[in-house]
């Protein structure tokens, strides 16, 4: 049972453009949204998170949205550049239930072409 | 700031043996998660530590048990060890145990079981 799920395996943009990565949950009791980036035999490094009692943050360069009745969440990236290419990976966690432990999609390879 | 440390990075290992994988979390950090990330199956909780005591547990067998120390470092251990263990094995750490607080990682353990 695939409770969080990235549909697409790889995205490719053009240096400047926008990049957006999406993810799907079906958990609802689903309350708190990471979005990690991680290089080959790397850890996955934190981007940005979102609350459910949100449906915006933004930090630089970086933003994500939470649609909760969609249960959907984007991130996007402006402008995007080249050191951006890597796998993102959507996580999501249920406080009440669930503690700390991190559900996490099978990642979307991002290539940023100059 | 030191982020999470893991120590080793790679390890060889042959079926039937055990193996022993260490964290050490950023300073100020009293939870520990691990993660197993294989090709397959992708990034999956094993379990969460904090004061010492496990807070979660994901589905793994018993054969793969852990611990923390005072000083909030924790260890893996994998005993009898299978073709299919073979993985990149994470640790995160966060401030808290509860709440909206994010995980950070290590660089990961590479494990080969031959």
């Known amino acids: 049972d695939q409770q969080v799920k990235q549909n697409s395996p790889s995205l490719s943009v053009q240096e400047g453009r926008i990049s957006i990565l999406n993810c799907d949950y079906t958990?609802?009791?689903?309350?708190?949204f990471l979005w990690y980036k991680k290089y080959p035999a790397e850890g996955p490094t934190f981007l940005i998170s979102?609350?459910?009692?949100?449906d915006k943050n933004e930090d630089g360069r970086f933003t994500v949205f939470l649609n909760k009745s969609a249960k959907h969440l984007s991130l996007h990236i402006v402008p995007s550049q080249p050191g951006d290419s890597a796998v993102y990976f959507c996580?999501?966690?249920?406080?009440?239930?669930?503690?700390?432990?991190?559900?996490f999609g099978e990642g979307t390879q991002l290539t940023v072409n100059p | 700031k030191a982020g999470v440390t893991q120590t080793p990075r790679y390890l060889i290992k042959t079926r039937g043996q055990q193996v022993t994988l260490s964290c050490s979390p950023i300073?100020?950090?009293?939870?520990v998660s691990w993660y197993q990330q294989t090709p397959g199956q992708g990034l999956q909780f094993l379990f969460e530590?904090?004061?010492?005591?496990?807070?979660n547990k994901g589905n793994f067998p018993g054969r793969f048990s852990g611990r923390q120390f005072s000083n909030s470092r924790s260890e893996m251990n994998v005993s009898t060890l299978e073709l299919g263990d073979s993985a990149l094995y994470l640790c995160?750490?966060?401030?808290?145990?509860?709440?909206?607080?994010?995980?950070?990682f290590g660089p990961g353990t590479r494990l080969t079981v031959l």
């Open positions: 995160a750490s966060r401030k808290l145990a509860g709440g909206a607080d994010t995980q950070y």
């Open positions: 958990n609802s009791m689903f309350d708190y």
């Open positions: 979102i609350s459910s009692i949100k």
């Open positions: 996580a999501a966690s249920a406080r009440e239930t669930s503690g700390s432990r991190l559900t």
């Open positions: 300073s100020g950090h009293r939870s």
């Open positions: 530590y904090f004061s010492e005591t496990q807070r």
